[in-house]
């Protein structure tokens, strides 16, 4: 069943693929009675289940397909569910990395899928095209997870890279001249309002970090001054954006309350390489 490890959560049609294996290997496995039976079973789920393990697979699909993670889910549950499976990689894998777990993801398979390996013969038509119908859906949801494991290759710097003769994907990594790097255009943010700083900070974590460290953790007025002092702006203006945010007071004096300024930062924030959950 290790070929269906990413299916999971399809737990019937993995239970009806499971007993088709033993009932193959017990009539015509290495101990059948029968010595004429006695060959060795290949990867292909026996054909006589064929029609079973399919329409248990289209109904478990169209059932999780939107909401939970299995190879062939829809793209957006996929990019949702990256950054804890990947998180899981990492601490099941001592010193594996995004690559590592980009590489493991594209070992999987690109554009097929597993449960398609049957003998056409076995199936009626209906479900023949039904099958060709929810291929295709699984494809594209495959082809958008191929390009987005692109992008994050690329933000590790690597560039994802087709293999024509073997239909396969590798990576390799970038190649950047310290000429080019130094020609990088530098983006100033001086005209930022006090408020957009205020997010900044936040976003970043750093009023968090400050708040816990004396005498800031004592008084929100030390930090306001102390703030005065790294931005160029008035304490008693960055003071009421702190109680908003720190002590909760009036809410009407929130930075946050303009959901558009608060995405322009977190704009800026990836720009300059900050990750924003």
Same mark, same amino acid.
């Given at each position: 069943?290790?070929?269906?490890?990413?299916?999971?959560?399809?737990?019937?049609?993995?239970?009806?693929?499971?007993?088709?294996?033993?009932?193959?290997?017990?009539?015509?496995?290495?101990?059948?009675?029968?010595?004429?039976?006695?060959?060795?079973?290949?990867?292909?789920?026996?054909?006589?289940?064929?029609?079973?393990?399919?329409?248990?697979?289209?109904?478990?699909?169209?059932?999780?397909?939107?909401?939970?993670?299995?190879?062939?889910?829809?793209?957006?549950?996929?990019?949702?569910?990256?950054?804890?499976?990947?998180?899981?990689?990492?601490?099941?894998?001592?010193?594996?990395?995004?690559?590592?777990?980009?590489?493991?993801?594209?070992?999987?398979?690109?554009?097929?899928?597993?449960?398609?390996?049957?003998?056409?013969?076995?199936?009626?038509?209906?479900?023949?095209?039904?099958?060709?119908?929810?291929?295709?859906?699984?494809?594209?949801?495959?082809?958008?997870?191929?390009?987005? $494991?692109?992008?994050?290759?690329?933000?590790?710097?690597?560039?994802?890279?087709?293999?024509?003769?073997?239909?396969?994907?590798?990576?390799?990594?970038?190649?950047?001249?310290?000429?080019?790097?130094?020609?990088?255009?530098?983006?100033?943010?001086?005209?930022?309002?006090?408020?957009?700083?205020?997010?900044?900070?936040?976003?970043?974590?750093?009023?968090?970090?400050?708040?816990?460290?004396?005498?800031?953790?004592?008084?929100?007025?030390?930090?306001?001054?102390?703030?005065?002092?790294?931005?160029?702006?008035?304490?008693?203006?960055?003071?009421?954006? $702190?109680?908003?945010?720190?002590?909760?007071?009036?809410?009407?004096?929130?930075?946050?309350?303009?959901?558009?300024?608060?995405?322009?930062?977190?704009?800026?924030?990836?720009?300059?390489?900050?990750?924003?959950?």
């Amino acid at each position: 069943m290790e070929n269906y490890k990413h299916y999971t959560v399809l737990k019937e049609t993995l239970k009806i693929i499971s007993e088709s294996h033993e009932n193959w290997l017990s009539n015509h496995g290495p101990h059948s009675s029968d010595p004429n039976l006695n060959i060795k079973e290949n990867d292909q789920t026996p054909n006589i289940f064929a029609k079973e393990i399919q329409l248990s697979f289209f109904t478990e699909y169209d059932q999780y397909y939107k909401t939970d993670y299995f190879f062939g889910c829809s793209f957006d549950v996929y990019k949702n569910t990256y950054n804890k499976r990947l998180e899981d990689f990492k601490n099941e894998f001592i010193d594996a990395n995004e690559i590592s777990f980009i590489t493991d993801e594209l070992n999987e398979g690109i554009y097929s899928y597993k449960f398609k390996e049957f003998n056409t013969d076995y199936i009626d038509n209906d479900t023949i095209l039904r099958h060709e119908t929810l291929q295709k859906q699984i494809n594209n949801s495959l082809v958008k997870r191929v390009e987005y $494991l692109s992008q994050r290759a690329k933000e590790n710097g690597f560039d994802l890279i087709y293999n024509k003769s073997s239909e396969t994907y590798s990576l390799e990594r970038i190649k950047q001249l310290l000429e080019v790097k130094k020609e990088e255009t530098l983006i100033d943010y001086d005209q930022s309002g006090i408020n957009e700083k205020i997010i900044a900070l936040n976003e970043a974590g750093v009023l968090d970090f400050l708040k816990n460290k004396e005498p800031f953790n004592l008084s929100v007025n030390s930090l306001a001054k102390y703030l005065s002092l790294c931005l160029g702006e008035k304490t008693s203006s960055i003071q009421s954006y $702190l109680n908003a945010l720190l002590n909760k007071s009036d809410q009407s004096k929130s930075p946050y309350n303009s959901p558009k300024t608060v995405e322009k930062v977190k704009q800026k924030l990836i720009e300059i390489g900050l990750k924003i959950e």
